[in-house]
């Protein structure tokens, strides 16, 4: 899964460590989030997308490269 934390967190000019702070976590666990090491669990997700004031869909999002196939398509 992709995400946007990184360029978030940027615009703010927060740490990883502010972050991971506000979020109740290691820092290591926002570096691993943003280095996409590690995608979060739902409760975790909707902490990220309530401190950004987004949704979850506007901070994370599949990536193309590992989706399925179509399952209406033949091979």
Avoid at 3 to 20: G, I, T, V
Wanted: glycine content about 4%.
């Amino acid at each position: 899964m992709r995400n946007r934390l990184r360029a978030l967190r940027a615009e703010r000019r927060w740490s990883q460590a502010d972050l991971a702070d506000r979020c109740q976590v290691s820092r290591q666990t926002i570096n691993a989030i943003e280095t996409e090491r590690y995608d979060p669990g739902l409760p975790l997700a909707f902490t990220l997308a309530g401190i950004f004031e987004l949704t979850i869909e506007d901070i994370f999002f599949p990536d193309r490269s590992e989706a399925s196939p179509d399952p209406g398509s033949r091979r």
